[in-house]
């Protein structure tokens, strides 16, 4: 993949109006909306799509996977409610963009990519941008047991479940924010643990990702 690591003022004028274009679309908090304001969009993409980064929808990023629409990581986001300092595990670092704007909100980032290449692509750019996230390659369904419990866990993909691994990561009082349903159109979720054997659930709109490929996805 050819990379453009260079921001002209262009481009960071097509940044900010995607940052206002959410601001008007979603509830989001100015921290989160500055950050899509300065975060280069563009790096995780290949160079020929440079131009067309700012606007507001999904691309391929190779190996039948996308970077996600700019509005669905806002949302995401939103909903895991992110501290400084929280430890969050994300499931399919894919481009690394999500990654990218948790790491920029002051978490401790731990991502997972079943695809060497993919995992491999997002490090140099995250790399570039001086941002630490951990990453590991494996199947993400299986979350990161070594590593748990996280405050959050976010997951990019469609799932046909809510993995039950993934729950067990999860801190007492923790988020896991995840897409559910078939592989054509998914809710969003957000499950709350709010005991070692309890949760509640809250659902949310509806949205389009690629399958979560794994033992326990599809």
């Not at 206002?20 to 679309?25: D, G, M, N, V």
């Not at 509830?27 to 280069?40: R, T, V």
């Not at 481009?95 to 704007?101: D, E, L």
């Not at 479940?161 to 007492?172: D, K, R």
């Amino acid at each position: 993949m050819s990379r453009n690591f260079v921001d002209t003022y262009k481009l960071k004028g097509l940044r900010k109006k995607l940052s206002e274009e959410l601001a008007a679309k979603g509830n989001f908090d100015y921290s989160l909306i500055n950050i899509f304001a300065n975060l280069p969009r563009h790096f995780f993409l290949d160079s020929a799509f440079a131009e067309k980064a700012y606007q507001d929808q999904a691309f391929p990023i190779g190996e039948g996977q996308t970077i996600s629409q700019p509005y669905t990581v806002a949302y995401q986001t939103m909903l895991l409610e992110v501290k400084p300092g929280d430890k969050i595990l994300e499931i399919g670092t894919g481009s690394g963009y999500q990654a990218a704007i948790l790491a920029s909100l002051g978490a401790k980032v731990y991502s997972v990519e079943r695809v060497q290449k993919l995992s491999d692509e997002a490090k140099k750019v995250l790399q570039h941008l001086k941002l630490m996230v951990k990453q590991y390659v494996g199947d993400g369904t299986l979350g990161l047991p070594k590593h748990a419990p996280f405050d959050k866990i976010i997951v990019t993909a469609a799932a046909p479940i809510v993995p039950e691994t993934l729950l067990a990561q999860l801190q007492v009082g923790g988020y896991l924010v995840i897409p559910v349903g078939d592989k054509e159109t998914q809710e969003m979720r957000r499950i709350i643990k709010t005991s070692e054997s309890t949760y509640k659930t809250q659902t949310f709109d509806t949205f389009r990702f690629v399958p979560l490929i794994g033992e326990e996805g599809w």
